[in-house]
């Protein structure tokens, strides 16, 4: 997506680094670009402005503010980059575990803003295709537990062979245009009902 089309959310309560911030994504194209310099409500203005991106600078941040920041990272779900002046182990780890796609520590410069921004943008989208990802394939397990478990019941109850078992799973789920995970978690409800 070009920049210019991004909305960017910049949080800053210092003036001259908002600016340094700003002057930055404006030079690499950014078009949209929002300054909040009031962290008070920052949740309900972030729901206001929807951005793309927020970029967050925190200059010395006390421990109090790092956690509500990192708080605020874990539920907005966009990519986040950081900027601070001074950080440790412990606070490093955080913001990783707080989704913050790009934590930099004493890098704050103009010309830096383009290349940390593009780079939590893609460190996001990894991310979020990995989560994804990672989604489907416990779905997938799942039903194939499922599937398995209803094959058992299949086997069990009429005496028939696993690939029969399945093949009636298959035809009730093609015959009622539903899926054959759905078809044995009806099963194996309808089996335990049956058994109590």
Known sequence: MPPRSLSVLVIDENTVRSAIIEAGLREAGYGKVHVVQDVNGIAQRIAEI?????????????????????????????????????????????????????????????ERVKPIVDMAISRFNAYSRMARELEEARSELENRKLIERAKGILMRSRGVSEEEAYALLRRAAMNQNRKISEIAQSLILASGLIEE
Not at 76 to 89: E, G, K, L, T, Y
């Open 50 to 110: 929807e951005p793309d991106v927020i970029v967050i600078d925190l200059e010395n941040p006390n421990r109090d503010m790092l956690e509500s920041m990192f708080n605020l990272s874990r539920a907005v779900r966009r990519p986040i980059a950081m900027f601070v002046d001074q950080s440790d182990a412990g606070a490093i780890e955080a913001a990783v575990d707080a989704g913050v796609s790009a934590y930099v520590v004493d890098g704050l410069r103009q």
